[in-house]
């Protein structure tokens, strides 16, 4: 059997594009969707030459038979406790009941091991599925790639387009890592054709800081943005914990507007050092100031 790599979350924004940068490489891919899962989003899978395995995860038998034959599981599942912990720990053994020899998590964020529990609250989530993989025998590696460029576009207090501000908390010269979706992508499809990764792999594809997001900004032609500061990670850190309070309902959605305070001071509290940009040399990064031209 020619092995293949088995993409979990096929059709979702990082994905679709896991999927296209491994196609590109000339893989072999084999999509695992929900049986729920929209007809379209099937047939453009299907038309891109993807082979589509439509299955229950609670299926243990038929999850495993669709994970057998691959050299590597890559899960770009989204979700909160019930997807992130048990939906990837189904996905998991049914893997390791496979023999399939490696699994990414469906980590793609800042560094959650440098930050310490219960500052946010999606990275618990991911250290709590860490434990159960790092115990399995398959080999593991997960790709921290900061926050999503793409969010500098969600008129952040970070890139506030209608106050034309750069809003920061604590240190105007932190370097926040960002790394493109299509970046991320590109990187996790060299990563699961690579025999032998590391257990981490640490990418950006820029790392401004506030004070260079304002000049980046100008020469992207966004306009002149002021410089503002915000607080200390002290004070962002009591702002989550009163937002939070107030919205309890919050526990029950993937980005509460608490949980995006989360994600702000996880920008402003870990860094992605050393990269490992330079792991795949046939790679190239998108900078900063293309992707905020765009």
């Known amino acids: 059997m020619i092995p293949f790599i088995l993409v979990a979350g096929a059709t979702g924004e990082l994905g679709s594009r896991l999927v296209a940068a491994l196609l590109q490489r000339h893989a072999s891919v084999r999509a695992l969707v929900r049986p729920e899962t929209n007809q379209a989003k099937v047939d453009q899978l ?3 030459g993807v082979e589509v395995q439509r299955v229950d995860f609670t299926d243990h038998a038929a999850l495993t038979r669709t994970c057998e034959g691959a050299s590597c599981v890559i899960s770009a599942l989204a979700g909160l406790r019930e997807v992130v912990v048990e939906t990837q720990r189904q996905l998991l053994a049914a893997a390791v009941a496979a023999g399939v020899p490696r699994f990414i998590p469906s980590d793609f964020s800042s560094d959650y091991t440098q930050q310490a529990p219960g500052l946010n609250r999606n990275f618990d989530l991911r250290r709590e599925f860490q434990a159960h993989l790092d115990q399995a025998p398959i080999a593991a590696t997960s790709i921290l790639n900061g926050a999503f460029a793409e969010v500098l576009r969600y008129n952040l207090p970070l890139l506030d387009f209608k106050q034309q501000q750069v809003g920061y908390w604590e240190d105007a010269d932190w370097p926040i890592d960002f790394t493109t979706m299509n970046d991320t992508a590109a990187y996790t499809a060299a990563a699961a054709l690579d025999p032998a990764p590391p257990r981490f792999l640490r990418i950006a594809s820029f790392q401004p800081s506030p004070r260079q997001l304002v000049q980046l900004a100008a020469q992207a032609g966004r306009g002149q943005f002021a410089l503002v500061r915000l607080g200390s990670r002290v004070d962002l850190t009591e ?3 009163q937002a939070r309070a107030a ?5 029950h959605q993937l980005y509460a507007d608490w949980q995006q305070l989360q994600y ?13 940009n330079s792991r795949y040399p046939d790679l190239t990064w998108t900078d900063a100031t293309t992707f905020l031209t765009a």
Request: no cysteine.
């Open 46 to 48: 299907t038309q891109r």
């Open 264 to 276: 702000l001071l996880s920008m402003f509290s870990v860094q992605n050092n050393p990269l490992d």
């Open 247 to 251: 919205n309890p309902a919050g526990e």
């Open 239 to 241: 702002q989550v914990r």
